[in-house]
C-alpha cells in the first residue's frame, strides 16, 4: 500500500467530515500540511476530553466485582455502535459524491476502502470510547500494572470496534448487491437503519429491564449477560483459561470476517460503489419524469420539502439522535434498577413537569435535528427559491413548520409511552406534553436559524451537515449539560415544592424565568433571523 496515497485521501476525507472547522482554519491562513495537522489535533483534543467527562462517571464503580454491570455497559455501547456504524458506512462509502473525483485518479480500491474507513472510525468512536474506559477500569481495579492496564484496555476496545466494523461492513456491502436495494434503494436502506435502531433500542431496553440485582453498596450489581462474559474475563483473570477463551473467540471472528471482507467486498468495491451511484442518478431523473403536475406553487413547495426527507438515512439519524442518545445518557447516568411511580403526585407538581417538559426538549432536538438541517437539505436548489417571485420568509416558515411538527411528534411518542410506564396523572401529563411543545418550538427556532447561518450547499453526506459547529463533541457535549443542568434544575425545583412554605416562590420564579425567557427568545430570532427575509 502507497502510504504517501493513503495520507493524501485521508487529508481529503478529513477535510469532508467537518467543513466548518476547515473552513475556519482555512481563514485563519491554515492550508495544506498545516491545516491536516489542525484538524488532527482539533480529533485528538475532543477525544481526551470526552475520556474525562465520562472518566469522572465511571471512576467511582468498581467493575472488578461487577461482572453483571460491566456486560451491561459493554451490550449498551456495543449497540450503540452497531447503530452508528451503519449509518457511516453507508454516508461515508454511498451517499457521499466524491467517488467519480477517485476514479480518474491513481488510487487503488485499498487505498480508498482504507481511508474511509477510517473516516467512519472517527465518526463512531466517540459514541463508544466509554468501552475504552470501561476496560481500563476494570483492570487497574483488578490490579494490572496500569501501563498494561491501558495496552490491554485499548487492544481489546480495537478488536471489538474492529468486529463490529466488519460485522457492518457486511452487512451494509452484502445488502447493497442484491436485486431488491438496486430497485428500491432508499426504502432499503431506510428499512435496514430503522431495523438497526429498533434493534439497538430494544436491546438497551431489554438489558436494562432484567431486574436481577444482587449485593449491596459498593458491590451492587446486575445479572451478567453471557455473551460478554469472555470479554470481562480477559480483565477479571488475564492469565486464566477463561481469559484464553474469550482471545480465541476473539480472534476466530475477526479472522472469519476480515477473511469475508478481503475476498467478498474488496475486489468488486469500485464496481459496486459506482453501480449503485449510477442507480441513484438514474432513479432521481425517474422520479424527475413521474412529477405530479400542480396548477399552485405552494403545494409544489410543500411537495419538495416531503421529498428532501427521503434521504435513505436521514430520518433514522434524527431518530437515532432523537430516541437514542437520550436513552444512552439516562441509562448510563441514572440510577439502575430505580422505580419511579408518580401515580400519587398532585396538581402542585405542574410547573415541575413543565419545566420538565423544556428540558426534555432540550435533551432531543438538537444540530442533528430535521429543524436543523432542511434549509441545507435544499442543497443549490436554495439560491434557485431565493430567486422566485415568492415571499421567501413565507417559503422558510413552511419548512420550519415541517421539522417542527415532525420533531414534536417524536418527542410527544416518547412521553406517552415514558408517561404509560410510570403512571402519570393525566393533569401532570398534560403539564408535561405543554412544556416538551413549547420547548421544542423555541429549540427549532434555535437550529433552524443556525442551519441558515451555517447553511452548506455543496455537501456530499448527510454526516457532514451533521458535524457542523463542533461535530459529534458538541452534540455529546449539548446532551451531557442538557441532562446535566436540567436535572439540578428539576432536582431543586421538586425540593422546593415539596416543602409547602416554598411552593408558592419557587412556582413564581420558575413562571418568571419561563416566561421572560420565552419572551427574549422570540423577539430575538424575530429581530436576528425574520426580519431579514422581510
Request: glycine fraction near 6%; proline fraction near 3%.
Amino acid at each position: 500500500m502507497n502510504k504517501q496515497q493513503l495520507r493524501a485521501l485521508m487529508a481529503v476525507d478529513l477535510r469532508l467530515a467537518n467543513p466548518q472547522v476547515t473552513d475556519r482554519y482555512r481563514k485563519k491562513g491554515k492550508t495544506g500540511t498545516a491545516l491536516t495537522k489542525k484538524l488532527t489535533n482539533q480529533f485528538v483534543y475532543n477525544t481526551i476530553i470526552f475520556i474525562f467527562i465520562y472518566g469522572m462517571t465511571m471512576f467511582m464503580l468498581d467493575f472488578s466485582k461487577m461482572p453483571g454491570m460491566f456486560t451491561f455497559y459493554v451490550g449498551l455501547f456495543v449497540l450503540l455502535g452497531i447503530s452508528q456504524s451503519i449509518s457511516s458506512i453507508y454516508n461515508v462509502f454511498f451517499a457521499g459524491k466524491d467517488l467519480a473525483s477517485y476514479l480518474p485518479l491513481p488510487f487503488r480500491q485499498k487505498e480508498i476502502f482504507f481511508s474511509k474507513t477510517l473516516i467512519v472510525f472517527l465518526n463512531v468512536i466517540p459514541f463508544t470510547l466509554p468501552l475504552l474506559l470501561l476496560f481500563f477500569f476494570t483492570g487497574w481495579r483488578v490490579g494490572i500494572f496500569i501501563p498494561l492496564a491501558i495496552i490491554l484496555a485499548l487492544v481489546v476496545f480495537l478488536l471489538v470496534m474492529l468486529l463490529v466494523f466488519m460485522i457492518c461492513s457486511l452487512i451494509v456491502f452484502g445488502l447493497t448487491k442484491t436485486k431488491l436495494f438496486k430497485r428500491h434503494k432508499n426504502a432499503v436502506m431506510s428499512g435496514l437503519m430503522a431495523i438497526t435502531m429498533i434493534i439497538a433500542v430494544g436491546g438497551i431496553l431489554l438489558m436494562n429491564g432484567q431486574n436481577n440485582y444482587a449485593g449491596t453498596g459498593a458491590n451492587f450489581d446486575r445479572a451478567p449477560i453471557a455473551l460478554f462474559l469472555p470479554l470481562y474475563q480477559i480483565f477479571k483473570t488475564p492469565f486464566s483459561l477463561a481469559s484464553g477463551e474469550g482471545w480465541l473467540g476473539l480472534i476466530a471472528l475477526l479472522s472469519l470476517f476480515s477473511a469475508l471482507l478481503k475476498y467478498q467486498v474488496l475486489p468488486h468495491l469500485s464496481e459496486q460503489l459506482t453501480q449503485v451511484n449510477t442507480t441513484e442518478v438514474n432513479s432521481a431523473n425517474s422520479r424527475k419524469n413521474k412529477r405530479i403536475r400542480r396548477t399552485k406553487l405552494v403545494p409544489i413547495l410543500d411537495a419538495y420539502n416531503w421529498q428532501l426527507l427521503k434521504e435513505p438515512n436521514l430520518l433514522l439519524q434524527v431518530l437515532s439522535s432523537s430516541i437514542m442518545m437520550p436513552l444512552i445518557f439516562i441509562l448510563t447516568f441514572a440510577m439502575n434498577g430505580s422505580q419511579f411511580n408518580f401515580a400519587k403526585l398532585t396538581p402542585k407538581w405542574l410547573g415541575v413537569f413543565f419545566v420538565a417538559g423544556l428540558v426534555f426538549s432540550a435533551m432531543t432536538v438538537n444540530q442533528t435535528s430535521l429543524a436543523g438541517n432542511l434549509i441545507s437539505l435544499d442543497r443549490e436548489n436554495f439560491e434557485f427559491i431565493t430567486s422566485l417571485p415568492i415571499s421567501l420568509k413565507r417559503y422558510l416558515q413552511r419548512k420550519f413548520r415541517l421539522g417542527f411538527l415532525l420533531e414534536l411528534a417524536i418527542n410527544i411518542l416518547m412521553l406517552l409511552i415514558a408517561a404509560i410506564a410510570f403512571k402519570l396523572p393525566l393533569v401532570l401529563l398534560v403539564a408535561l406534553l405543554a412544556g416538551v411543545a413549547w420547548g421544542t418550538y423555541l429549540m427549532c427556532l434555535h437550529y433552524f436559524q443556525r442551519d441558515y447561518r451555517l447553511r452548506l450547499t455543496n455537501w456530499t453526506s448527510i454526516t457532514q451537515l451533521f458535524n457542523r459547529g463542533g461535530g459529534n463533541l458538541a452534540l455529546i457535549a449539548m446532551m451531557f449539560s442538557s441532562i446535566i443542568i436540567g436535572a439540578i434544575i428539576i432536582t431543586i425545583y421538586s425540593m422546593a415544592i415539596a416543602f409547602s412554605h416554598l411552593a408558592i416562590l419557587a412556582n413564581s420564579i420558575a413562571a418568571i424565568v419561563v416566561i421572560g425567557g420565552s419572551i427574549w427568545a422570540c423577539y430575538h430570532y424575530q429581530k436576528k433571523f425574520w426580519h431579514l427575509f422581510e
